[in-house]
């Protein structure tokens, strides 16, 4: 009982800091007893040391789930003062020293200690933080940085919560009239009622209502206000790729809702889309949210009637004799059972096929249908909503080998067109999956503006697979290429591929390798892929796309492929959440915020030479000081002005610490 009381308010931290401010780290235990380190950082270093500290923290309100994450996090920290070759060998030669004991570790310990096992886990991340946090220019940044996001989270909160009660209602209102709808038209023989009509227009204005509020609210923002905002959404879509391995964007949210509704109204549901579009996923997302159980069936050429509709087989009843029995197929599962049914691809079938199933696939809820197999049994469709969804890809240059539907089975289907995912949201998704859980995103904004250019190159190739790319890209590819076919059937950046891209990019990053070095060898794997081997165009037209959407330097080859370079190699090394309004793709509201930290075109500059200051000065004890190492700087005075009112910024969030907490050490810059 002990371990589940612990484990509730943990759960309850984790849900609060996704629903409001993922940065509240700020805990006083972590800087009780600190001995300061005197070490000399580069300001890179510090950043880093910054960076694994926020890591800690988070990981120690991450509850382990068992024995064997306690001693991965232990194993994380042995390689604390292995500086050479030597020291390596040296703690290899400790590992393969024989063990007292060969028992191995409890995977699944006993309740009662695994409170006690968390303790310890927990002590020992602990230790390493306040190692980080003893070193001053550590603490400083990391206080300043925290307080003064805290600051701002402050003064946003009431906004961010009442947009958390906007998006509650209208999911809310909206699963109301679903509900309403499908209630009415099962107690009444399939008629809404007066009263179901009436509670679904009021829901329906509500929701409107809502949508409403929500837009101006985001359109009224501020910068931090917007930042805030984009950390949500952006943390939203990390945990349901994590769950669900989907992310319930835009143009996807509208396409579910146009299943559902589709499928409320009786409709079997025909997703169509060209190969990568996520018809396959979008279908199993939709039937689980809805039925929550589903049944697929896999289409392909050599499919036939019985292994959809289920046949007899032999088996050894109770008594042990053999006897025959029939073994339902998929559809007969869902059909009676009251599951959805998938049909993937079903274009891959064989017209007989098909047509063979065209009395089964006109059933409704309640009908009774029989089976020959079956010897006259009468089976009868679950009563429940019969959502089936079916996928496939037209046919078309690409898919030749594809059937075309009979219309007679075309007829029973609404038809959905599914397009790729949006630019703007593929690059959302990738951002999402590098943000830290605290809200931090260890990329700079030209970093994350590179990625969104490759999301440009990405919706560029999908639209030459299509075969539908034309106007200016169009000419100035063919232009740069020589190539008039603009078609690419081979390999190109789907959304599949798209993320793919950046799966291994955290293990390399924690080698030491930036973006722009990752994403180089990742597009030289891509551009030479094996399967693009006998379409030495389809690689030129590749190569064109990434120049012409600013992903590659002009004048890359094949055999010389490189990124554009950062235009500022001084810009701040990460983006906190206050800063990832420009995410939004709205226009702020004006403001006059003289630290918000969101940089316009010359504030990154200010913003890193603030950052430099700050670690050159390591422990600063006035403003005045400060401001005299300003007038030294050769930057125009307009530039120094902006510096000296970021860094009178930094000095109110430092004596904002002291009010927020007792136990921060940081010394504010205050005139003497």
């Not at 209502?209 to 805030?228: H, L, M, P, Q």
């Not at 109110?652 to 205050?670: G, N």
Request: proline content about 4%; hydrophobic content about 35%; charged content about 30%.
């Amino acid at each position: 009982m002990e371990n589940k009381k612990n484990k509730k308010p943990l759960e309850k931290m984790r849900k609060t800091r996704l629903a409001t401010s993922p940065l509240l780290l700020l805990r006083k235990n972590f800087y009780e007893n600190l001995k300061d380190e005197t070490v000399e950082l580069t300001a890179n270093q510090v950043k880093d040391k910054c960076f694994e500290a926020l890591g800690l923290m988070e990981e120690y309100y991450r509850e382990p789930a068992n024995e064997a994450d306690i001693k991965r996090t232990a194993s994380g920290f042995e390689m604390e003062g292995i500086d050479g070759l030597d020291d390596y060998l040296k703690l290899l030669d400790n590992k393969d020293a024989p063990e007292t004991s060969q028992e191995e570790p409890s995977t699944t310990p006993e309740e009662g200690n695994h409170h006690k096992l968390v303790a310890q886990h927990r002590d020992l991340i602990k230790t390493r933080i306040q190692k980080l946090l003893a070193m001053p220019q550590v603490r400083n940044l990391l206080k300043i940085e925290l307080v003064k996001e805290l600051k701002k989270f402050k003064n946003a909160q009431s906004k961010l919560q009442r947009l958390q009660r906007i998006k509650h209602a209208i999911e809310h209102a909206t699963l109301d009239m679903h509900g309403t709808y499908l209630e009415s038209k099962r107690k009444n023989h399939g008629v809404l009622v007066a009263s179901a009509s009436k509670k679904i227009e009021k829901l329906s204005g509500i929701v409107g209502k809502a949508e409403k509020e929500k837009k101006e609210t985001i359109a009224g923002a501020d910068s931090a206000e917007r930042g805030f905002i984009a950390t949500q959404e952006l943390l939203e879509y990390k945990k349901q790729m994590k769950e669900k391995g989907f992310a319930l964007t835009p143009s996807r949210r509208a396409l579910l809702q146009k299943i559902v509704e589709h499928s409320m109204a009786g409709q079997k549901v025909f997703l169509v889309g060209s190969t990568g579009t996520g018809k396959t996923e979008l279908a199993f997302y939709a039937v689980n949210e809805v039925t929550g159980e589903y049944e697929i069936i896999p289409w392909h050429e050599g499919t036939v009637v019985k292994d959809i509709m289920g046949q007899m087989q032999l088996a050894q009843n109770a008594a042990g004799q053999v006897e025959s029995s029939f073994k339902p197929g998929p559809l007969v599962r869902g059909y009676t059972k009251g599951r959805g049914v998938i049909h993937e691809e079903i274009t891959a079938g064989s017209t007989r096929t098909m047509m063979g199933m065209k009395p089964y696939l006109n059933l409704r809820p309640g009908q009774a249908f029989k089976i020959p197999e079956m010897n006259g049994t009468v089976l009868q469709v679950n009563e429940e909503i019969l959502m089936e969804i079916f996928t496939g890809n037209p046919k078309s240059e690409q898919t030749q080998e594809r059937e075309d539907l009979d219309p007679a089975i075309l007829r029973m289907m609404k038809g959905i067109q599914v397009e790729y995912m949006p630019a703007n949201e593929l690059a959302k998704i990738v951002i999402a999956q590098l943000m830290d859980e605290s809200g931090v995103l260890k990329l700079s904004k030209s970093d994350v503006q590179l990625i969104e250019k490759l999301a440009d190159a990405a919706n560029l190739m999908q639209m030459c697979h299509k075969n539908a790319l034309d106007g200016e890209a169009a000419q100035a590819i063919k232009t740069a290429t020589g190539i008039d076919d603009l078609r690419i059937t081979k390999n190109f950046l789907d959304p599949g591929t798209f993320f793919g891209l950046f799966a291994k990019f955290d293990y390399e990053r924690s080698k030491g390798k930036s973006l722009r070095e990752y994403l180089r060898e990742e597009l030289d794997e891509f551009l030479h892929d094996p399967k693009n081997i006998n379409a030495p165009e389809e690689r030129k037209l590749a190569l064109a796309i990434l120049q012409l959407k600013g992903v590659l330097k002009e004048g890359s080859t094949l055999e010389d492929v490189e990124i554009v370079p950062k235009s500022d190699n001084k810009e701040k090394a990460y983006i906190l959440p206050s800063e990832m309004g420009f995410l939004l793709g709205v226009t702020p509201k004006q403001e006059n915020d003289p630290y918000t930290g969101e940089a316009n075109a010359d504030d990154a500059d200010i913003q890193a030479t603030v950052d430099d200051l700050i670690n050159m000065l390591g422990d600063p004890t006035n403003l005045s000081d400060a401001n005299k190492l300003i007038d030294k700087l050769t930057l125009d005075p307009q530039s120094k002005e902006k510096l000296k009112e970021m860094l009178a910024g930094y000095d109110e969030a430092a004596a904002t610490a002291k009010e927020l907490d007792p136990a921060v050490e940081v010394k504010p810059f205050r005139d003497v």
